[in-house]
Nanobody, 125 residues
Framework: QVQLVESGGGLVQAGGSLRLSCAASGRSFGSSAVGWFRQAPGKEREFVGAINWSGSTYSADSVKDRFTISRDDAKSSVYLQTNSLKPEDTAVYYC???????????????????WGQGTQVTVSS
C-alpha cells in the first residue's frame, strides 16, 4: 500500500511558477512509474507527465517545455516544476503511482494504482 500526499499548490499570476511535491509513505517508489495528472472544473482528468524508474520523463504536449518532473527516491518524493503558468493550467493536480511499471509510463488513469488527494493550482490572468 502506498499513501501519496501532494503539496505546493497555490494562487499564482500568469507567467509565474510553482513547485509541486508528491511524497510517498508506506513503501518507497522503488521500481515504479509516477505520473502527474490534473483536473479542471467540469473537465476530465488529464495526463500532465510522468517519470519512470530510471528517471526518464514524458510530458503532455500542452506542458512540454514549461513543466519538468524529477524524483528523489531517497526522500520518496517526486516533483513537478511548473513554469510560465497560464490561466488554462488552473486545476487540481494529482500524483499517482504505477508499482512495478518499467519502460514508458502510462498516460491513462487506469494504469495507475495509487493516487494522492490533489493540490489546487490557480493561475490568475
Amino acid at each position: 500500500q502506498v499513501q501519496l500526499v501532494e503539496s505546493g499548490g497555490g494562487l499564482v499570476q500568469a507567467g509565474g511558477s510553482l513547485r509541486l511535491s508528491c511524497a510517498a509513505s508506506g513503501r518507497s517508489f522503488g521500481s515504479s512509474a509516477v505520473g502527474w495528472f490534473r483536473q479542471a472544473p467540469g473537465k476530465e482528468r488529464e495526463f500532465v507527465g510522468a517519470i519512470n524508474w530510471s528517471g526518464s520523463t514524458y510530458s503532455a504536449d500542452s506542458v512540454k517545455d514549461r513543466f519538468t518532473i524529477s524524483r528523489d527516491d531517497a526522500k520518496s518524493s517526486v516533483y513537478l516544476q511548473t513554469n510560465s503558468l497560464k490561466p488554462e493550467d488552473t486545476a487540481v493536480y494529482y500524483c499517482a503511482v504505477a508499482p512495478g511499471r518499467v519502460g514508458v509510463p502510462g498516460r491513462r488513469i487506469y494504469e495507475y494504482d495509487y493516487w494522492g488527494q490533489g493540490t489546487q493550482v490557480t493561475v490568475s490572468s
